[in-house]
């Protein structure tokens, strides 16, 4: 039997690292502290970069890759809209394979694109205008298409357990559109059939919009990464993510912990999203203590708002399934004056970070990097398929 003094005092330090509140049936809130369990957590982690895609300016014209994704080859894949929407693929060793796509409203064309997913032996790619799915095969050969209603508003699409989820922004189709002032109105997420003729609303996120002229602006971050049999969604500006279980169809958790938001300089009128031009903003709008999330095998990676150097070095909080924090780390980038662009990369299970980066000349480039850590990627471990955690995305 264990000595009671020994099992109260690991009690009270559970109950020092972390807390777990009960929000109603089946739902928990987790209460984490301001530092990790891991000894090392704070430590600095190095990226070795080992294939860089660029931009020839014939064959490839990029301007912000996005959705990036892995076949089961290693082949990359990626939508970018430098000359109109197209959508890329490389092969491993990062070789052109092809380029597909047509703006026009025929077969195989569109005047906007948002999304894409693989889906076995096949590309499925969703457009806004006019709104349809369209399927490519991996060789990049025109399939067939499906005519939808509306997709407007599609922030994130998805495969997780057989199965296709949207997370939906629903301004667009809502009275909220026709109003003005300081709104909110949810991300809604989805369960879609293989026709997208069906959506079953599993969950409404909250968040604040500022509404103008039939134009909106999002107060709250959001970003969403799937998981096992999880869904993980951010959608405030503090620091919070919620954790929806498929198989109960339920928020299970909401993971939180202390963190000081670093002082940042208000946005420039340029660096606005367009949709915000003419609105006028409450002036205490905070930034984003976490701006984007991705699941790498079964934790949960959260790169915040907290940057050291020169943006070289991004703080990175890991969660396991349960919502404690367990490791957090700056991931260092080589000091090779790029730019990165966050909310935008691709992380593999077998310890690689593939990220859109503008080169000093101002040309667009795909770094892909080792991340170098063996506490996160000990050596010789299986890693299994290569499994993305995309961002909605």
């Known amino acids: 039997m264990r000595d009671p003094i020994e099992f109260r005092a690991a009690v009270i330090f559970l109950m020092l690292v972390f807390s777990i509140v009960v929000l109603g049936p089946g739902q928990t809130r987790v209460d984490n502290p301001g530092r990790a369990l891991a000894k090392n957590a704070g430590r600095v982690v190095k990226l070795e970069e080992v294939l860089r895609i660029r931009d020839d300016g014939t064959n490839a014209v990029f301007r912000l890759p996005r959705k990036l994704a892995l076949g089961a080859d290693g082949s990359l894949f990626f939508h970018d809209f430098a000359e109109g929407d197209r959508l890329y693929r490389y092969s491993p060793e990062g070789k052109l394979r092809y380029k597909i796509l047509k703006t026009g409203q025929g077969p195989g064309e569109s005047q906007h694109v948002s999304n894409f997913f693989l889906e076995g032996d096949r590309i499925r790619v969703q457009a806004w205008t006019p709104p349809k799915i369209m399927d490519f095969g991996l060789d990049g050969r025109y399939l067939s298409e499906i005519p939808t209603e509306s997709t407007h508003g599609l922030h994130s699409l998805f495969k997780a357990g057989g199965k296709i989820y949207g997370l939906r922004d629903e301004i667009p189709h809502s009275q909220a559109i026709f109003k003005t002032g300081l709104i909110e109105t949810p991300y809604s997420l989805y369960e879609i059939s293989p026709d997208f003729k069906t959506w079953r609303k599993l969950q409404d996120f909250p968040v604040r919009h500022s509404i103008k002229n039939h134009s909106w602006v999002r107060l709250d971050m959001i970003d969403a990464a799937a998981g096992g049999p999880f869904v993980y969604v951010v959608h405030t500006a503090g620091y919070g993510i919620e954790q929806f279980d498929l198989r109960t169809g339920r928020i299970e958790r909401v993971i939180r912990r202390t963190y000081r938001q670093p002082r940042s300089e208000p946005s420039k009128d ?23 999330i991705h699941v790498v095998r079964d934790r949960l990676w959260a790169f915040t708002s907290t940057r050291k150097a020169n943006g070289d070095e991004w703080l990175v909080d890991v969660f396991d399934a349960e919502g404690q924090f367990i490791d957090s780390f700056y991931l260092e980038f080589p000091d090779d004056k790029r730019h990165h662009f966050y909310s935008k990369g ?46 909605g995305q």
């Not at 006028?280 to 905070?286: E, F, G, N, Q, T």
């Not at 503008?358 to 040309?363: A, K």
Request: charged letters at 30%.
């Open 346 to 391: 691709l992380i593999t299970d077998d310890g690689y970070l593939f990220v859109p980066e503008q080169e000093e000349d101002g040309l667009v480039s795909i770094g892909k990097y080792r991340i170098v850590d063996a506490d996160l990627f000990p050596p010789g471990s299986a890693h299994g398929d290569i499994r993305a955690a995309r961002r």
């Open 270 to 292: 340029e660096d606005l999203d367009p949709e915000a031009k003419g609105i006028v903003l409450p002036s205490d709008i905070p930034s984003f203590d976490i701006l984007e």
